[in-house]
């Protein structure tokens, strides 16, 4: 699970335990609860014998996963705060390992020590990160037992606060959002408690949300099954020759991949894992590619399938198909925009060319690679033309990725398929815990009317939609520096899109304009996913990355403004095709 510890990584290890356990420990504690409440509202279903229509099961089956998934949550937690007390360890992914590559292909990952605090300072920020929300707790408390009286802005304001004081401490986003949640209703509201349980249920009964898993699943199959290898050889087979060939047709592959893909951090693994070792084997400084991978895999949630704009959709209500629609031109443009920037430094610096293939080769690599990309037709031929909707599309993807990958490639063998499986679904997992703990976010914020009251109070300050999107974009890109892009968009979009929609901003536009700040957000320290990968194939420093994306990242802030300011770019497409 994802989590916000750029501050609990510089404390010193005894000082970062004792923070470690305290998050582990509330972690525990929320899961444990919510089964405790569940197991109470399944008990009260099975005394009414009431049934589910479409299943035709007994509803108290159907509720039944509450408790027994948050008490195998619990479990997992307890036993993982067991094992760090005794071992200092916490369990860890590797991201940047991409099935079908060989060992030979990656280069060999270094890790880099955070920088930590002075020892002097160590155990009263370690105090103060523990107790800052159980002190936010007691002053809620004193405000339930009518100690001290809070006014209705300073009961929203509370919510914030308390919500960042729990993901300081570095647990996991979904949990923080809960346990925010679950104190606050429990405190400073008359909702029974009991509706927590019952809201995660609900919170996932979208049928857009169904799209997600689908998604990851076709990307899983994707990036093992050797899609991504024959999209490289057909971007090098049309512009290999140029200077900074190979960079060009890394930006190219990415922007292939990214078509059928979905996920950032798939598409700098998948294509990073193969185009990096390359390019230094022809000559290219690893801080050139690794610069160049890192931003253009940001691709991944900018071009067709996207899971920060389903995440966005199901947040705000947009139609799904209009904003995958809506991110292809724009996507375009900032694949050009990173070709110029990579051409222009290739040739001020003398970087070699490959050999210019001839029509016969690159007809070869454009018929190996036709099955993957054949994928971009299914799922925006079947949108447009109303054959099926994009959940169904994600799902048509699933399929035809597994069949493509298993049957047509053969990179993946039947064997090997439930493991791809068992990777999707942690992956599904854990961003559909972190969307049904948002979803209770929501409900609380739609209760105490904080959307609607920040809407007017960003109107009455008479910014107009340029200075509210220029404002939006600052926070944006802070955030980015502390949280993943789904938890930014689950927490923000309800919050911004209503002062958006009253200010006249369309809100297709408006999500593509969040969704270009979450790929800024992936190219930069402290919390970049695609810079700590890169990182990891390149076998390259953090702080040495930093720096070697910079003329990229720049491109990239400049393509912001665009986005931002142009909307026709985004809003050409979908207007066309009559998705709005």
Same mark, same amino acid.
Request: glycine share 8%; with cysteine; aromatic share 10%.
């Given at each position: 699970?994802?989590?916000?510890?750029?501050?609990?990584?510089?404390?010193?290890?005894?000082?970062? +335990?004792?923070?470690?356990?305290?998050?582990?420990?509330?972690?525990?504690?929320?899961?444990?609860?919510?089964?405790?409440?569940?197991?109470?509202?399944?008990? +009260?279903?099975?005394?009414?014998?009431?049934?589910?229509?479409?299943?035709?099961?007994?509803?108290?089956?159907?509720?039944?996963?509450?408790?027994?998934?948050?008490?195998?949550?619990?479990?997992?937690?307890?036993?993982?705060?067991?094992?760090? @007390?005794?071992?200092?360890?916490?369990?860890?992914?590797?991201?940047?390992?991409?099935?079908?590559?060989?060992?030979?292909?990656?280069?060999?990952?270094?890790?880099?020590? /955070?920088?930590?605090?002075?020892?002097?300072?160590?155990?009263?920020?370690?105090?103060?990160?523990?107790? =800052?929300?159980?002190?936010?707790?007691?002053?809620?408390?004193?405000?339930?037992?009518?100690?001290?009286?809070?006014?209705?802005?300073?009961? =929203? %304001?509370?919510?914030?606060?308390?919500?960042?004081?729990?993901?300081? $401490?570095?647990?996991?986003?979904?949990?923080?959002?809960?346990?925010?949640?679950?104190?606050?209703?429990?405190? %400073?509201?008359?909702?029974?408690?009991?509706?927590?349980?019952?809201?995660?249920?609900?919170?996932?009964?979208?049928?857009?949300?169904?799209?997600?898993?689908?998604?990851?699943?076709?990307?899983?199959?994707?990036?093992?099954?050797?899609?991504?290898?024959?999209?490289?050889?057909?971007?090098?087979?049309?512009?290999?020759?140029? /200077?900074?060939?190979?960079?060009?047709?890394?930006?190219?592959?990415?922007?292939?991949?990214?078509?059928?893909?979905?996920?950032?951090?798939?598409?700098?693994?998948?294509?990073?894992? *193969?185009?990096?070792?390359?390019?230094?084997?022809?000559?290219?400084?690893?801080?050139?590619?690794?610069?160049?991978?890192?931003?253009?895999?940001?691709?991944?949630?900018?071009?067709?399938?996207?899971?920060?704009?389903?995440?966005?959709?199901?947040? $705000?209500?947009?139609?799904?198909?209009?904003?995958?629609?809506?991110?292809?031109?724009?996507?375009?443009?900032?694949?050009?925009?990173?070709?110029?920037?990579?051409?222009? %430094?290739?040739? +001020?610096?003398?970087?070699?060319?490959?050999?210019?293939?001839?029509?016969?080769?690159?007809? /070869?690599?454009?018929?190996?690679?036709?099955?993957? %990309?054949?994928?971009?037709?299914?799922?925006?031929?079947? #949108? @447009?033309?109303?054959?099926?909707?994009?959940?169904?599309?994600?799902?048509?993807?699933?399929?035809?990725?597994?069949?493509?990958?298993?049957?047509?490639?053969?990179?993946?063998?039947?064997?090997?398929?439930?493991?791809?499986?068992?990777?999707?679904?942690?992956?599904?997992?854990?961003?559909?815990?972190?969307?049904?703990?948002?979803?209770?976010?929501?409900?609380?914020?739609?209760?105490?009317?904080?959307?609607?009251?920040?809407?007017?109070?960003?109107?009455?300050?008479?910014?107009?939609?340029?200075?509210?999107?220029?404002?939006?974009?600052?926070?944006?890109?802070? =955030?980015?520096?502390?949280?993943?892009?789904?938890? #930014?968009?689950?927490?923000?979009?309800?919050?911004?899109?209503?002062?958006?929609?009253?200010?006249? #901003?369309?809100?297709?536009?408006?999500? *593509?304009?969040?969704?270009?700040?979450?790929?800024?957000?992936?190219?930069?320290?402290?919390?970049?996913?695609?810079?700590?990968?890169?990182?990891?194939?390149?076998?390259?420093? *953090?702080?040495?990355?930093?720096?070697?994306?910079?003329?990229?990242?720049?491109?990239?802030?400049?393509?912001?403004?665009?986005?931002?300011?142009?909307?026709?770019?985004?809003?050409?497409?979908?207007?066309?095709?009559?998705?709005?």
């Amino acid at each position: 699970h994802v989590g916000v510890d750029v501050l609990v990584n510089m404390l010193p290890r005894a000082s970062r +335990k004792q923070v470690i356990l305290f998050a582990i420990g509330c972690g525990a504690l929320f899961t444990g609860l919510i089964a405790t409440f569940g197991y109470t509202f399944v008990v +009260k279903m099975y005394a009414t014998g009431q049934q589910s229509y479409d299943l035709e099961w007994p509803m108290w089956a159907i509720y039944l996963a509450i408790p027994l998934g948050s008490g195998l949550m619990c479990f997992r937690f307890l036993q993982v705060g067991w094992a760090y @007390y005794w071992t200092g360890e916490l369990p860890h992914h590797n991201e940047a390992h991409v099935e079908g590559i060989a060992a030979s292909d990656a280069l060999t990952p270094s890790t880099e020590a /955070h920088g930590e605090v002075s020892r002097s300072w160590a155990s009263p920020l370690a105090i103060t990160i523990i107790c =800052a929300p159980i002190l936010i707790v007691g002053i809620c408390l004193a405000q339930r037992t009518g100690i001290i009286a809070m006014p209705q802005s300073m009961r =929203a %304001l509370t919510l914030f606060i308390l919500l960042v004081a729990f993901m300081i $401490t570095g647990m996991p986003v979904s949990i923080a959002l809960g346990l925010t949640v679950m104190a606050f209703m429990f405190i %400073l509201t008359d909702v029974p408690i009991e509706a927590v349980s019952m809201k995660l249920f609900t919170g996932l009964e979208s049928f857009e949300i169904m799209a997600i898993p689908f998604f990851i699943l076709a990307g899983n199959f994707l990036s093992h099954g050797g899609v991504a290898r024959r999209m490289i050889n057909f971007a090098v087979s049309l512009i290999g020759h140029y /200077h900074g060939g190979l960079g060009l047709a890394g930006i190219v592959a990415c922007a292939m991949f990214a078509l059928v893909c979905g996920s950032s951090v798939a598409t700098v693994a998948a294509i990073g894992a *193969i185009v990096l070792p390359e390019m230094v084997r022809h000559g290219y400084p690893m801080r050139f590619g690794a610069g160049i991978i890192t931003v253009a895999g940001s691709l991944g949630i900018l071009m067709l399938p996207s899971i920060p704009k389903i995440v966005y959709a199901v947040s $705000t209500n947009v139609s799904i198909g209009a904003l995958f629609v809506a991110g292809l031109l724009p996507g375009m443009l900032l694949t050009v925009m990173l070709c110029t920037v990579t051409w222009f %430094l290739a040739k +001020k610096r003398d970087y070699p060319r490959m050999k210019k293939a001839t029509w016969a080769e690159s007809w /070869h690599a454009f018929r190996e690679s036709l099955w993957g %990309l054949m994928l971009v037709v299914i799922i925006i031929g079947g #949108i @447009y033309s109303g054959i099926f909707t994009a959940t169904e599309a994600a799902a048509m993807a699933a399929v035809y990725s597994f069949f493509i990958s298993v049957f047509v490639y053969k990179a993946i063998k039947l064997k090997d398929v439930p493991r791809v499986l068992l990777r999707a679904a942690n992956t599904s997992a854990m961003l559909l815990y972190i969307i049904t703990n948002a979803v209770l976010f929501s409900f609380v914020l739609t209760n105490e009317n904080i959307p609607s009251a920040l809407a007017d109070w960003i109107l009455a300050q008479h910014l107009g939609w340029f200075g509210f999107l220029l404002l939006v974009n600052i926070l944006l890109l802070v =955030a980015g520096n502390f949280m993943e892009p789904n938890s #930014i968009i689950l927490i923000m979009a309800p919050i911004l899109a209503p002062a958006a929609k009253k200010l006249g #901003i369309d809100l297709v536009h408006f999500g *593509i304009v969040i969704d270009v700040n979450m790929e800024v957000g992936l190219c930069h320290p402290p919390v970049g996913l695609n810079l700590y990968v890169a990182s990891m194939i390149a076998g390259m420093r *953090i702080t040495e990355l930093a720096v070697a994306v910079w003329p990229w990242l720049v491109t990239m802030l400049v393509f912001l403004a665009v986005v931002t300011y142009w909307p026709e770019l985004t809003l050409f497409l979908p207007r066309l095709l009559g998705m709005i």
